[in-house]
T-cell receptor, first 109, second 115 residues
């Protein structure tokens, strides 16, 4: 099974940077995903890491260290619309995803 | 591309009745579809994995006779909640995986309320 931990809540100011950490323990690791989920909506894909290192995509970046079982999602130049829940998910095997409990990010003006 | 739809988006039913939720991949063929359940302020919990033309694989603790899954074609999977109880009230989300994509594409979810 999976053990995926991420902080419950984070608050930041508009224009700032926030880093959401995720640690995991798993067998058969085959990639780590970050999703954004607004209340009452389905998750939307943000990033995917399978090799160690940093993946940058616009204002969002994601980092993975497989040896440490650690990832983070970096949100830069925060906007009010970035207020949402951010889910860390680990893929085991070909396709099965296990999700963390999510981190609720609140962006304040 | 890669759009997944769900129907209905919300449904209210009485205890003891059955409810069917449809999940469709609109512009791609989905070899595998997944059904998740999400309770308020909790994360997604995988219920089952369905492959087109074969029986679904259920996660531990999920009753296969209560949550019937049918994946009759490459674009449609259905989840039927049988003999619904108030504790089945939840947000049900499906996702679909294409032939080669590593990514799962999520539907908009179905909010089920059992009274």
């Amino acid at each position: 099974g999976q053990n995926i931990d991420q902080p419950t809540e984070m608050t930041a100011t508009e224009g700032a940077i926030v880093q959401i950490n995720c640690t995991y323990q798993t067998s058969g690791f085959n990639g780590l995903f970050w999703y954004q989920q607004h209340a009452g909506e389905a998750p939307t894909f943000l990033s995917y890491n399978v090799l160690d290192g940093l993946e940058e995509k616009g204002r969002f970046s994601s980092f993975l260290s497989r040896s440490k079982g650690y990832s983070y999602l970096l949100l830069k130049e925060l906007q009010m619309k970035d207020s949402a829940s951010y889910l860390c998910a680990v893929r085991e095997g070909d396709y099965k995803l296990s999700f963390g409990a999510g981190t609720t990010v609140t962006v304040r003006a | 591309g890669a759009v997944v739809s769900q129907h209905p988006s919300w449904v209210i039913c009485k205890s003891g009745t059955s409810v069917k939720i449809e999940c469709r991949s609109l512009d791609f063929q989905a070899t595998t579809m997944f059904w998740y359940r999400q309770f308020p302020k909790q994360s997604l919990m995988l219920m089952a994995t369905s492959n087109e033309g074969s029986k679904a694989t259920y996660e531990q603790g999920v009753e296969k006779d209560k949550f019937l899954i049918n994946h009759a074609s490459l674009t449609l999977s259905t989840l039927t909640v049988t003999s619904a109880h108030p504790e089945d009230s939840s947000f049900y989300i499906c996702s679909a995986r294409g032939w080669t994509d590593y990514e799962q594409y999520f539907g908009p979810g179905t909010r089920l309320t059992v009274t």
